[in-house]
């Protein structure tokens, strides 16, 4: 995305997080199988920011970390002590450098916020503009204090008198304003207030008293949700889902129960696909057009492809490609195998680590012994080829084009194009034996009675 006037983003992720009582850092918690500081990466670099700066307190080493693999070390700040949100934006600062332009303040732990929700604020390029929202249960909100159009104040709940504590408009805490003026502002913010901490939102107030302008964009309450504790996660959680199964729905993808059903942030789904009930999706998945995800399935890092149909109760795993036609069925797990089209495995198996040519069909309870304790080795089997139920395919191995394995072999060497393959033990029968038996066994409790 490119914008006219260069852009930057400042996200705050230096909380402790307490109200988690986990020892996962708060903003590291997912909603939609992501990160919620990533959520908010995400919505700065989709706004075209040319630089976006995290600051993190000196507590948490694990969100330093996530920072620095995904952004690298010069998009770091550190709050430390922690002082407020006015001082953490302040450690940012020197992280910008020389960089002009306009900056937006936004939060680690709000997983729900859009580049679409924030790009109102960049529409003023000459004072402070935030985003509010009217809150069904104002609480504990710092409110927005209107004249018309103009934002007069950010009152702090503590700080507030009844009559502005009646306002419903409340602040998001989301900020933008050009760099310049922000960190002018922040120099004259002081501490004097009930919790002896640097606010951000004074820097509203200051700039009406340099003649600045200052406003509110508005945005949804679902959308500004902060996450501070596990039950506010959980609800992030329902409401990703809620908008995620609502856009499959209105892009023609069949659910019969939508609310049973999981995606994660990157699931990709192709018109005219059904998805039963209780279907999980986990990162990194693409399902093509007209497939069918049967009950009970859960599939992470896989590519279905058209027509394919998967469980029900089947697991894909990151690596599984099933082509087109292909048939995956109830209690099979697929590990890094590519399925060309027409492939099927129809009940009780694992196939890890291989490939299945078009065609081919893998009997019930076949296994694909790829792990030897220490490497792992890879089976292919060929076009057309059939392997009988409860086989034991053990990799390094090869089944030929059109060859046939017989039930219960354990097969430990290549099988040639066409040939039939029976690795079992040759099957005895002893006339008479099995009546021997039970009456052995009949006299022998006799006995002990």
Known sequence: MTTPHPRAAIILA???????????????????????????????????CERIVVVVGAHSPEV?????????????????????????????????????????????????????????????????????FEAADPGAYGRLVM???TLTAITEAKEASEQVLALTTCNSGVMAAPVGLLFDLLAEVTNENAKGEFYLTDVVELARKRGAPTRAVMAS?????????????ATAEALFQKVRRETFLAAGVTMSAPETVHFAWDTRVGAGTVIEPFVVFGP???????????SFSHIEGATVATGAEVGPYARLRPGADLGEGTKVGNFVEV??????????????SYLGDGAVGAGANIGAGTIFCNY?????????????????????LVAPVSIG?????GSGSVITEDVPADAMALGRGRQVNKDGAGAAFRERAKAKKERGS
């Not at 550190?78 to 992280?95: I, K």
């Not at 990194?284 to 049967?294: C, F, K, N, Q, Y």
Request: aromatic content about 2%; charged content about 25%; cysteine-free.
């Open 284 to 294: 990194g998945v693409t399902v093509a057009e007209r497939a069918r995800i049967r």
């Open 335 to 348: 590990k890094n195998v590519r399925m060309e089209a027409g492939a099927k495995a129809n009940h009780l």
């Open 372 to 392: 030897d304790g220490f490497n792992k080795a890879r089976t292919v089997v060929g076009e057309g080829a059939f392997v009988g139920s409860n086989s034991a």
């Open 14 to 48: 230096a909380g402790q997080g307490t109200r988690m009582k986990s020892p996962v850092p708060k903003v590291l918690h997912p909603v939609g199988h992501r990160a919620m500081l990533d959520h908010a990466i995400d919505a700065a670099e989709a706004l075209g």
């Open 401 to 405: 084009a059109g060859a046939i394995v």
């Open 64 to 132: 330093r970390a996530h920072v620095m693999k995904r952004l690298g070390e010069d998009a770091i700040a550190v709050q430390d002590p922690p002082l407020g949100t006015g001082h953490a934006v302040r450690a940012a600062e020197a992280v910008l450098g020389d960089f002009v332009g306009q900056v937006v303040v936004t939060y680690g732990d709000v997983p729900l916020l859009r580049a679409s929700d924030i790009e109102a604020v960049f529409e003023a390029h000459d004072g402070v503009t935030v985003i509010g």
């Open 221 to 233: 309450e679902e959308a500004v949700m902060g996450v501070n504790a596990q039950g506010e996660l």
């Open 147 to 149: 004249d018309g159009d």
